[in-house]
């Protein structure tokens, strides 16, 4: 686990404790360090015993002293440094899939991690959080998250993340409420599939979650021209997107009427479909 150094902020702490690109951070306080979550809950400390191994494979122990709320003053090539947790499902729609292959790397990297989640608001669907995941999301209270539901009904959304786990989906956000987790959330809608009642009883279900749940957004299915999936996905056309806006649009006023707030919210794709502002 490194936590490599990708450049250092002038006048800043980190470049008084002369770090320098290149240098990983391995170690704080005797506390190997998996990413800046965990750096920033060391660094609170006011006294400091960093391990540091250079860009020449040295190793050094540096200490010193700072104020409680001095920030390190670094960028590092990647906020996690144990390796991103990559997504073991197989959605229907998994826009990796669909991407052209001559793009950088980097957009082919199917991530589920619940720490990118917290950090930049990266979408997570739970499936691959391990009881340890759990564990650690209750006890450094990280919130808010950032959740793909795709549909409450656990058959189908199972089916649609080609995961058994998936199923799970009522268990799961009852865990993070339990433990006082917040949780915006993303529904990618699918034409005849997670639309119409299924999308109701999802709406129906995540707004009696309302005390933890921040945000409801709707967005359709996009398909490029590199798909191979067999699943026959369909996408909305101008009539069907017209159907979902005006469906949506009555839980609109709904929460705007008893909570003064839109809290659901449609991709502009469906607007844009529609023909309608």
Known sequence: ?????????????????????????????????????????????????????????????IEFEKDIDEELGVEFESAVFDGIRRCANNCYFCFVNMIDPRMRKSLAIKDDDYRLSFLYGNFITLSNLTEKDFNRIERLHLSPLFVSIHTMDSKLRSEMLRCNRAGKIREQLDRLE????????????????????????????????????????????????????????????????????????????????DFGETFIYLGDEFYLLANRD
């Open 178 to 257: 339990k433990s006082g987790v917040e949780y915006h959330t993303q529904i990618v809608l699918c034409r005849n599939l997670n639309d119409g009642k299924f999308l109701e009883e999802t709406l129906d279900e995540l707004v009696a979650r309302k005390s933890h749940v921040l945000s409801i957004a709707i967005v359709p299915v996009g398909i490029t021209k590199f798909r191979n999936d067999p699943f026959p996905l369909e996408q909305f056309d101008r009539d069907s997107a017209i159907e979902i806006i005006e469906q949506v649009e009555r839980w609109q006023l709904k929460m705007r009427r």
């Open 1 to 61: 686990m490194k936590g490599k150094i990708l450049s250092v902020r002038k006048n800043s702490l980190a470049e008084e404790i002369e770090l320098k690109p290149g240098d990983s951070i391995l170690e704080v306080n005797g506390r190997k360090i998996r990413d800046i979550i965990e750096l920033s809950f060391e660094l609170a400390d006011e006294e400091i015993e960093m391990l540091i191994e250079h860009s020449n494979g040295e190793r050094e122990l």
